[in-house]
């Protein structure tokens, strides 16, 4: 009997922000796999090691957590006056399946510092020392991401002393800005689908809830954690480990992506896992973080927590802090009233792992609110490059 041989696929294996993913240069994938379709899932799925029934990944570069599920495809930009086009790709764990339907905000920051590094920023914008700015087109969400990414002797810097709660070691500060992080729309509704900074969410056999329902970075549902039984303290074992909260959790998220019209039934969020993310949040409170640091309460504005892929994630995925910012910045959302409500132009927030500040700039336009930009740091760093090899006959 006969088996293929495996290929190798140049990559690189990076960390941003709290996340890590496998990063590609889109002309180097296989031929087939340089287009959307069955074959590049099913190269990505087998790089990353899904579908695992275990839930561990071991075979391949996934660490079996949404965090480190991730795959990133980068090209230099087809639009004008941007210099690299990415696309992200979410794949599950135990499913044959790789969601394209958001962004991740966290991987975004390794983004600038890989199209710097691989050549597709072009030489002149690059300065030999100081900070490159990096005009990212986000190809899942049709949006434009700026990425400032320190250089050093005409090199990314990727050392530097900025920490980031979730993440052991410091580095180098990469600010990020999302302009009009905002979804679309010519009602001027679209943040919020349902045009209602406050909804009524009726989730059979679970209860009836306030719900902020907003589409800022990534389609969110923020809910208030005592409504749902929570304090906004609870770290990843207290959810993640109750196979019921997590169920109510996906059933709450399916409501709430039908009420946001990203889905026509209940039965379609199965196959759109990434989005929309669930999040509930309390007015600040003192915990004890994962890594055993402490949170008082004048440390952050608020709380949240939000889940990724079905559970409660370790920190805070990028776009949902977007999406923190953006409902903090407008008046009587239960984000902005958790944080004590009123006019701000940033806020700080506290999650499992600590805090994180983010900024946004919202205003009232026509009697509809729209964002310019929201901002935040994050780091990145080159943890492997080289190839990955899969069989040549799994895609």
Same mark, same amino acid.
């Given at each position: 009997?006969?088996?293929?041989?495996?290929?190798?696929?140049?990559?690189?294996?990076?960390?941003?922000?709290?996340?890590?993913?496998?990063?590609?240069?889109?002309?180097?994938?296989?031929?087939?796999?340089?287009?959307?379709?069955?074959?590049?899932?099913?190269?990505?799925?087998?790089?990353?090691?899904?579908?695992?029934?275990?839930?561990?990944?071991?075979?391949?570069?996934?660490?079996?957590?949404?965090?480190?599920?991730?795959?990133?495809?980068?090209?230099?930009?087809?639009?004008?006056?941007?210099?690299?086009?990415?696309?992200?790709?979410?794949?599950?764990?135990?499913?044959?399946?790789?969601?394209?339907?958001?962004?991740?905000?966290?991987?975004?920051?390794?983004?600038?510092?890989?199209? #710097?590094?691989?050549?597709?920023?072009?030489?002149?914008?690059?300065?030999?020392?100081?900070?490159?700015?990096?005009?990212?087109?986000?190809?899942? #969400?049709?949006?434009?991401?700026?990425?400032?990414?320190?250089?050093?002797?005409?090199?990314?810097?990727?050392?530097?002393?900025?920490?980031?709660?979730?993440?052991?070691?410091?580095?180098?500060?990469?600010?990020?800005?999302?302009?009009?992080?905002?979804?679309?729309?010519?009602?001027?509704?679209?943040?919020?689908?349902?045009?209602?900074?406050?909804?009524?969410?009726?989730?059979?056999?679970?209860?009836?809830?306030?719900?902020?329902?907003?589409?800022?970075?990534?389609?969110? #549902?923020?809910?208030?954690?005592?409504?749902?039984?929570?304090?906004?303290?609870?770290?990843?074992?207290?959810?993640?480990?109750?196979?019921?909260?997590?169920?109510?959790?996906?059933?709450?998220?399916?409501?709430?992506?039908?009420?946001?019209?990203? #889905?026509?039934?209940?039965?379609?969020?199965?196959?759109?896992?990434?989005?929309?993310?669930?999040?509930?949040?309390?007015?600040?409170?003192?915990?004890?973080?994962?890594?055993?640091?402490?949170?008082?309460?004048?440390?952050?504005?608020?709380?949240?927590?939000?889940?990724?892929?079905?559970?409660?994630?370790?920190?805070?995925?990028?776009?949902?802090?977007?999406?923190?910012?953006?409902?903090?910045?407008?008046?009587?959302?239960?984000?902005?009233?958790?944080?004590?409500?009123?006019?701000?132009?940033?806020?700080?927030?506290?999650?499992?792992?600590?805090?994180?500040?983010?900024?946004?700039?919202?205003?009232?336009?026509?009697?509809?609110?729209?964002?310019?930009?929201?901002?935040?740091?994050?780091?990145?760093?080159?943890?492997?490059?080289?190839?990955?090899?899969?069989?040549?006959?799994?895609?």
């Amino acid at each position: 009997m006969s088996f293929a041989p495996q290929i190798k696929i140049p990559a690189t294996y990076m960390r941003g922000g709290t996340s890590k993913g496998v990063f590609f240069k889109l002309d180097d994938l296989p031929e087939r796999a340089q287009v959307a379709g069955q074959a590049r899932d099913q190269l990505l799925l087998r790089v990353i090691g899904s579908p695992d029934p275990y839930g561990k990944q071991i075979d391949g570069m996934g660490a079996a957590t949404s965090s480190t599920s991730k795959t990133v495809i980068l090209a230099k930009s087809s639009q004008a006056e941007h210099d690299v086009d990415y696309l992200f790709g979410q794949v599950s764990i135990d499913k044959a399946f790789v969601d394209w339907s958001g962004n991740c905000g966290n991987l975004t920051a390794a983004v600038g510092s890989f199209a #710097i590094s691989n050549g597709l920023v072009a030489a002149e914008r690059i300065p030999e020392n100081g900070i490159c700015t990096v005009r990212i087109w986000q190809a899942n #969400i049709q949006k434009t991401i700026i990425a400032h990414v320190p250089v050093t002797n005409g090199q990314v810097q990727e050392t530097g002393d900025f920490e980031l709660d979730g993440v052991t070691f410091p580095a180098a500060e990469v600010q990020i800005e999302f302009l009009d992080p905002a979804d679309d729309g010519e009602d001027g509704g679209a943040m919020f689908p349902t045009g209602n900074l406050v909804d009524t969410l009726e989730v059979p056999e679970i209860g009836t809830f306030q719900a902020t329902l907003i589409n800022a970075g990534i389609p969110t #549902i923020f809910l208030n954690a005592e409504d749902i039984g929570y304090q906004g303290t609870e770290l990843q074992e207290a959810i993640n480990g109750d196979a019921a909260a997590l169920a109510r959790f996906e059933k709450i998220r399916a409501y709430g992506a039908v009420k946001m019209g990203l #889905i026509k039934d209940i039965s379609e969020a199965a196959n759109r896992q990434h989005t929309p993310k669930v999040a509930f949040v309390s007015k600040p409170k003192a915990y004890t973080s994962s890594s055993g640091k402490q949170v008082t309460e004048t440390d952050a504005d608020l709380l949240v927590r939000a889940l990724s892929m079905g559970k409660l994630h370790h920190a805070m995925m990028g776009t949902a802090a977007v999406a923190i910012g953006t409902a903090a910045a407008i008046p009587n959302t239960l984000v902005n009233l958790a944080a004590g409500g009123g006019e701000r132009e940033a806020v700080r927030f506290g999650h499992p792992s600590g805090t994180l500040r983010v900024g946004a700039q919202a205003l009232s336009e026509n009697g509809q609110w729209v964002v310019k930009k929201a901002i935040m740091s994050r780091s990145a760093r080159v943890l492997m490059e080289g190839w990955v090899r899969v069989p040549a006959d799994s895609f």
